[in-house]
C-alpha cells in the first residue's frame, strides 16, 4: 500500500511498512511537471511485471524496479484491484503502479493537480 500526496508543485509518493525495504525507496518526488496522465487501473495486478532488476516479487506483490515493454517502471502493488498507474516524462520511470485505498480519487486528485 502507498501513500499518494501532491504538494509545492510535487507528486509524493511513500511506500508503507515494509514495502520501504523491499522496494528500496523511502518515497519518490516526482516534480508535477513531469506528470503526465494517472489512471485507476483494475487489471494491472493480473498483468505482473516481466523482469525485475530491484525488489521483491511475489504472486500478488511486486516491489520494486522492474523492466516491462522496454521501460523502467516502478512497481508497488499488493492487490490485484486497487491500483493507480502514473505515468511520467523526463524521470528515471515511465510509470508507478501503485496500490492505493482510493484509486479513482488518487487518479482524479493527481489529474486535477496536473492540469
Same mark, same amino acid.
Given at each position: 500500500?502507498? @501513500?499518494?500526496?501532491?504538494?509545492?508543485?510535487?507528486?509524493?509518493?511513500?511506500?508503507?511498512?515494509?514495502?520501504?525495504?523491499?522496494?528500496?525507496?523511502?518515497?519518490?518526488?516526482?516534480?508535477?511537471?513531469?506528470? @503526465?496522465?494517472?489512471?485507476?487501473? @483494475?487489471?494491472?495486478?493480473?498483468?505482473?511485471?516481466?523482469?525485475?532488476?530491484?525488489?521483491?516479487?511475489?504472486?500478488?506483490?511486486?516491489?520494486?524496479?522492474?523492466?516491462?515493454?522496454?521501460?523502467?517502471?516502478?512497481?508497488?502493488?499488493?492487490?490485484?484491484?486497487?491500483?493507480?498507474?502514473?505515468?511520467?516524462?523526463?524521470?528515471?520511470?515511465?510509470?508507478?503502479?501503485?496500490?492505493?485505498?482510493?484509486?479513482?480519487? @488518487?487518479?482524479?486528485?493527481?489529474?486535477?493537480?496536473?492540469?
Amino acid at each position: 500500500m502507498n @501513500t499518494v500526496t501532491v504538494s509545492a508543485g510535487e507528486l509524493v509518493i511513500t511506500p508503507r511498512g515494509l514495502n520501504k525495504i523491499w522496494g528500496f525507496r523511502r518515497e519518490l518526488r516526482v516534480p508535477l511537471s513531469h506528470v @503526465t496522465r494517472a489512471t485507476a487501473d @483494475t487489471s494491472i495486478g493480473a498483468d505482473p511485471p516481466a523482469l525485475r532488476l530491484l525488489g521483491l516479487s511475489l504472486p500478488g506483490k511486486h516491489v520494486g524496479t522492474f523492466f516491462r515493454h522496454g521501460e523502467h517502471s516502478y512497481w508497488n502493488i499488493s492487490d490485484r484491484v486497487h491500483n493507480v498507474v502514473v505515468e511520467f516524462v523526463h524521470e528515471g520511470f515511465a510509470r508507478a503502479v501503485l496500490t492505493v485505498e482510493e484509486p479513482t480519487d @488518487t487518479a482524479r486528485a493527481i489529474t486535477a493537480a496536473i492540469q
